[in-house]
């Protein structure tokens, strides 16, 4: 949590307009080096530096590397027959909203760079990539994704990794949600 002074000038920004690349750099710096007292708790420090480090990055390509601007592959939800997005439901039920802010600004870091390479994203089989993340408390997540026909990134399957391998039940299962998107593609 970010101290009620520099909230109240964070929302300011906000209200400013500040939601273009620029803006964004200028708020993730201006909130990172404000003098708060919570800066230096290490949670907040880490926070800062995501938030920092992904706005310097879709600076950086978008406006050096990109002939195209924005986002290069848009992210979609896999959905089932019966109407469940299963990344959608994994990540709400994920126990801290900083685990979700860190997998959401990967699953963008790729959106706004495709094609990356490590250490933001992997190819795994059959097509199928995945988004890495490093959560607090040393673990690891991955989101699953493929490229559609359409141009787009399906997240296809979400997970906290606990071994060094990916789960052969993980891939499978990315590989069934493929499929089936590929089936009733809309």
């Given amino acids: 949590m970010h101290c009620p002074y520099w ?28 003098p708060c007292p919570c800066w230096f708790r290490p ?6 530096i995501d938030v920092l ?12 590397v990109s002939e195209n601007p924005g986002k290069r592959v848009p992210a979609i939800f896999f959905r089932t027959e019966a109407g469940g997005e299963p990344v959608r439901e994994w990540l709400k039920r994920l126990p801290w909203q900083d685990d979700r802010r860190r997998i959401g600004y990967d699953v ?14 992997r190819p795994l089989r059959d097509g199928i990539y995945e988004v890495r993340t490093e959560l607090t408390q ?9 490229i559609d026909k359409l141009g787009r990134m399906v997240l296809l399957h979400g997970f906290i990794k606990k071994t060094r391998r990916t789960p052969a039940a993980d891939l499978n299962l990315a590989r069934n949600n493929k499929r089936q998107h590929e089936r009733g593609l809309p």
């Fill in 53 to 64: 480090r992904s706005a310097v990055y879709r600076l950086w390509y978008t406006v050096v």
């Fill in 43 to 48: 949670d907040v420090i880490e926070r800062k």
């Fill in 7 to 34: 909230v109240a000038h964070w929302k300011e920004l906000c209200r400013s307009g500040c939601d273009n690349l620029l803006g964004d750099l200028f708020t993730a710096c201006f909130i990172s080096w404000g």
């Fill in 108 to 121: 963008q870091t790729v959106e706004f760079g495709w094609p990356l390479g490590m250490p933001a994203c």
């Fill in 138 to 146: 040393k673990r690891i997540a991955r989101v699953l994704f493929y």
